[in-house]
Each structure stands twice: as structure tokens, then as C-alpha cells.
């Protein structure tokens, strides 16, 4: 069974740093791409970040880019996401999800991020 | 960026129902549409890729259609666990852009 667990979030002051990451099971971790998907109290869902199986081919949405990276270990069939100078509206709920031939095929269950002081 | 409309933004519907929810891309995407099932307290969940192919699992009571930028969801016969809140979504080329949902109510 394919499973996807996030971890890390949490509350954070504006213009602090928060690390998420993804413990992944149940499939051949390395041949996949991954995603992040957020989605914000009351708002539908938003794209946020693509890494590649191999990690070279990576893309952020707009409203992060510049400062979120994300990363991967395919040794420790692990996903990642630095969130670096906080704001408000990046606060949500951060799923890491899985791609196959481009669809989102397996979500995790979300780890909540809230950015208040 | 390609933007994804879908609509209607709600709809109240009965058990037994048949229900149809359109999206549509600001450019044409070939068939890269994928439909997604929210419900509270749950994974996200997909119903749909490549615009009418049904995820394994996924009852034969949804359906897809379309091709290039208009895009239909189609639930032949509402069951009390259909009632969610439903997302397209283009995998065309990023940013993988989302619709902004269609809650459906009973």
C-alpha cells in the first residue's frame, strides 16, 4: 500500500523558517515525481512545488518561488520542502503527493502550517 | 499560466441525482485533465486522469469528458458519499494549476 506521511509543520512567526518532510512507503520511491499541494483555510487547492524521480527537473508556483526548496533523498525515500520567509497567506494545510504520467495519484493526509504572531 | 474555471462553484443536488461539473482551461491542453475528490478529514483522492480515464478504484458511477480546453465530470447516480467538494486540474505543463472547486451540497 502506497503510503505518504508529512511531517514538521506547526506555528511560526512572519518571516520565520519551517522544514516539512515526507516519509514515503509502499512503492519504488526513486521512479516517481513529487508534489506539493497546499491548500489555505477555506480556499480550494494550490500547486506549490515538482521535483523530478531523479531531482534535476524541479519547478515552484509563483507564490513561493525564490523561497521554498524543495528536495528529495531517494536513499531515505524521503520528500522535502524549506520554507523560508514566512507569510501569513502561506498558511494551509501542505500535502505531499505523488505524480504518475502526470496525475496526482496518491496524497498524503496533510500536515498544517500556520504562519501568526 | 494556464487557468482552470470550473462551474458551478456549488450545487445542491439530491441522492439519485445525476450531476455534470464543467472546467475549463484558458488554453488548449490536449487531454492532461485530472478530477479530484475533497472531503473533510480526508486524503485528497483522484477520480480521473487523462480527462475520461477512471482511476483504479474509483466507482464506474464517474465519469470525464473533453478534450483541448472544455472538460466535463459526470456522477450518474449521487450516493450520500459523493456529497464533497470537487477539483479539476491541468497537467499540461507547470504550474500545475487547479480549479477553484465545486462543493456539492445536498
Known amino acids: 500500500e502506497v503510503q505518504l506521511v508529512e511531517s514538521g509543520g506547526g506555528l511560526v512567526q512572519p518571516g520565520g523558517s519551517l522544514s516539512l518532510s515526507c516519509a514515503a512507503s509502499g512503492f519504488t520511491f526513486s521512479y516517481y515525481s513529487l508534489n506539493w499541494v497546499r491548500q489555505a483555510p477555506g480556499k480550494g487547492l494550490e500547486w506549490v512545488s515538482y521535483?523530478?524521480?531523479?531531482?534535476?527537473?524541479?519547478y515552484y508556483a509563483d507564490s513561493v518561488k525564490g523561497r521554498f526548496t524543495i528536495s528529495r533523498d531517494n536513499a531515505k525515500n524521503s520528500l522535502y520542502l524549506q520554507m523560508n520567509s514566512l507569510r501569513a497567506e502561506d498558511t494551509a494545510v501542505y500535502y505531499c503527493?505523488?505524480?504518475?504520467?502526470?496525475?496526482?495519484?496518491?496524497w498524503g493526509q496533510g500536515t498544517l502550517v500556520t504562519v501568526s504572531s | 499560466d494556464i487557468q482552470m474555471t470550473q462551474s458551478p462553484s456549488s450545487l445542491s443536488a439530491s441522492v439519485g441525482d445525476r450531476v455534470t461539473i464543467t472546467c475549463r482551461a484558458s488554453q488548449r491542453i490536449s487531454n492532461s485533465l485530472n478530477w479530484y475528490q475533497l472531503i473533510p478529514g480526508k486524503a485528497p483522492k483522484l477520480l480521473i486522469y487523462d480527462a475520461s480515464s477512471l482511476q483504479s478504484g474509483v466507482p464506474s458511477g464517474f465519469s470525464g469528458g473533453g478534450s483541448g480546453t472544455d472538460f466535463t465530470l459526470t456522477i450518474t447516480t449521487l450516493q450520500p458519499e459523493d456529497f464533497a467538494t470537487y477539483y479539476c486540474q491541468q497537467s499540461y505543463s507547470a504550474p500545475y494549476t487547479f480549479g477553484q472547486g465545486t462543493k456539492l451540497e445536498i
Open positions: 503527493v505523488r505524480a504518475r504520467s502526470g496525475r496526482f495519484d496518491s
Open positions: 521535483i523530478g524521480s531523479s531531482g534535476i527537473t524541479i
